[in-house]
């Protein structure tokens, strides 16, 4: 009997995990849709008032792709009462590489504030 029990609670278990994996894949997929080129545009041209790349890498990056919280902003997650924290654990962003994603600078699209941001190289 608690043999039952136990493949009972494993597959709601599985089951859930199952269904916030496809929600949160799902809210990703609509959020680059909806931001892309938002995204892109503002990247473009913000990174390329800077000198950072031209606008011909911007134009049509390499990876597209959405995240919650700037990684490089430094506030531990204990840091509730922290200016920052918000935009570490919170803030939504787009995140724009070029073509050289892994050499190239990474832009991040704060989807709230309409602003950008170019983070270090290669990472995001």
């Known amino acids: 009997m608690r043999f039952i029990a136990v493949i ?3 597959l709601a278990a599985g089951k859930l995990g199952y269904h916030q994996y496809l929600y949160r894949a799902a809210t990703a997929d ?3 849709a909806t931001f892309r080129e938002q995204a892109v545009a503002a990247c473009q041209r913000d990174t390329t008032a800077t000198g950072l790349a031209d ?3 911007w134009a049509s990056p390499a990876q597209v792709w ?3 919280g700037n990684p490089h902003a430094d506030v531990s997650v204990w ?9 570490r654990y919170r803030t939504p962003f787009i995140f724009v590489a070029t ?3 892994s050499s190239g600078p990474v832009c991040a699209y704060d989807i709230s ?3 950008t941001m170019v983070l270090p ?3 995001s």
């Open 79 to 87: 840091q509730v009462d922290h200016a920052r924290w918000g935009e």
């Open 8 to 10: 009972l609670i494993l």
């Open 99 to 101: 073509a050289g994603a």
């Open 55 to 57: 606008r011909a890498a």
């Open 30 to 32: 609509v959020m680059v």
């Open 66 to 68: 959405f995240g919650v």
């Open 121 to 123: 190289l290669g990472h």
């Open 113 to 115: 504030a309409r602003r």
